[in-house]
T-cell receptor, first 114, second 114 residues
């Protein structure tokens, strides 16, 4: 069975601070895929990144960076110099190989205070 | 390219009624998944359709059903509505449904059951 844990329910930071959102996953598959989505107040989930289990390179995209560590089954997401527009709920998700459903974590609500 | 569209965006029903929600995937996408999102349960997978066939199913009662048409458009039906069915229903599409494919979400249909 697959499981995604986002232990941080809510985080508040002051604008321009860095913030890291944690994601820990469980799976018996050797091949799997990890995702991060952002859900702003409007409700629509916005895709941020996909990572394959065989690619442990960290990734940076502007102010966003992701740290994938298979040894600890973690796929953490860092926002550098946070902005008010980053306020949203962030979901980490996991999919196994082949045609499997995607399992989502419970989400972390990030509030960036001006 | 147009994104995933869902209609209607908002719906109010009373207990015992039934409801049909519609989802049009991104052009070229053949897989459509449905999720229920509530404050208490988070994002829960309902089912996935690919080429008009249900491929995966979540843990929901038989009151929840769906179908997919030859043009990949999908509908979800909930019969005998209960108060607990009040939720944001999200539809997501991906090209083939293979786990490497990224899911793209629609804006959701917010269903309120009175």
């Amino acid at each position: 069975a697959q499981k995604v844990t986002q232990a941080q329910t809510e985080i508040s930071v002051v604008e321009k601070e860095d913030v890291t959102l944690d994601c820990v996953y469980e799976t018996r598959d050797t091949t799997y895929y990890l995702f991060w989505y952002k859900q702003p107040p409007s409700g629509e989930l916005v895709f941020l990144i996909r990572r394959n289990s065989f690619d442990e390179q960290n990734e940076i995209s502007g102010r966003y960076s992701w740290n994938f560590q298979k040894s600890t089954s973690s796929f953490n997401f860092t926002i550098t110099a946070s902005q008010v527009v980053d306020s949203a709920v962030y979901f980490c998700a996991l999919a196994g190989p082949s045609y499997q459903k995607v399992t989502f974590g419970t989400g972390t609500k990030l509030q960036v205070i001006p | 390219k147009a994104g995933v569209t869902q209609t209607p965006r908002y719906l109010i029903k009373t207990r015992g009624q039934q409801v049909t929600l519609s989802c049009s995937p991104i052009s070229g996408h053949r897989s459509v998944s449905w999720y229920q999102q509530t404050p208490g349960q988070g994002l829960q997978f309902l089912f996935e359709y690919f080429s008009e066939t249900q491929r995966n199913k979540g843990n929901f009662p038989g009151r929840f059903s769906g179908r997919q048409f030859s043009n990949s458009r999908s509908e979800m039906n909930v019969s005998t509505l209960e108060l607990g069915d009040s939720a944001l229903y999200l539809c997501a599409s991906r090209v083939t449904g293979f786990s490497t494919d990224t899911q793209y979400f629609g804006p959701g249909t917010r269903l309120t059951v009175l």
